[in-house]
């Protein structure tokens, strides 16, 4: 596996079973940790420089996968680094198998919606990903969940090479 050199002024991402960095930047957007080493879970770290500034998760499951998590500091957004996380996860979706990726944000998703994401009930969500960490935290947190926007994206057809 190669390692990606941090340099100043470029944006690195990569993918990390380091808890504690992800801990750490989820703890920095106030969201839950809750299920964070579910061993299917993949995380990405965005570092500009050396700086840890942004994370993603994905949960996988079968055919489905879950982004959770999206935050970027603050004083670096609007420079697209949620952009490149969205990208980054997606990727990595699709390489665990995913056709179907699903997301919830607590704002309007613009940033999702960008990224080809639609609105869904939350019962596609749940009834693609039971078990998922993200999915029963909402499950067993209905006033957390019901604040929630739910998103869906086809990625089927993502590494088709068309002729």
Known sequence: MAILKHRAGKLVIEQTRDFAVVRAMLARGALTTDGIEWPAACYLIAYFGDDAVGVIGVEPKVDAALIRSLYVDESMRR??????????????????????????????????????????????????????????????????????IAYHLDISADGVIER
């Open 79 to 148: 420079r697209g680094i949620g952009a490149a996380l969205i990208m980054a996860a997606r990727k990595a979706a699709h390489t665990r198998g995913a056709r179907h990726l699903y997301c919830f944000s607590a704002a309007p998703g613009q940033l999702f919606e960008r990224h080809g994401f639609a609105m869904v009930p939350f019962a596609d969500v749940i009834a693609a990903l039971p078990g998922v960490p993200q999915v029963e935290f909402f499950r067993t947190h209905p006033a957390d969940f019901a604040r929630e």
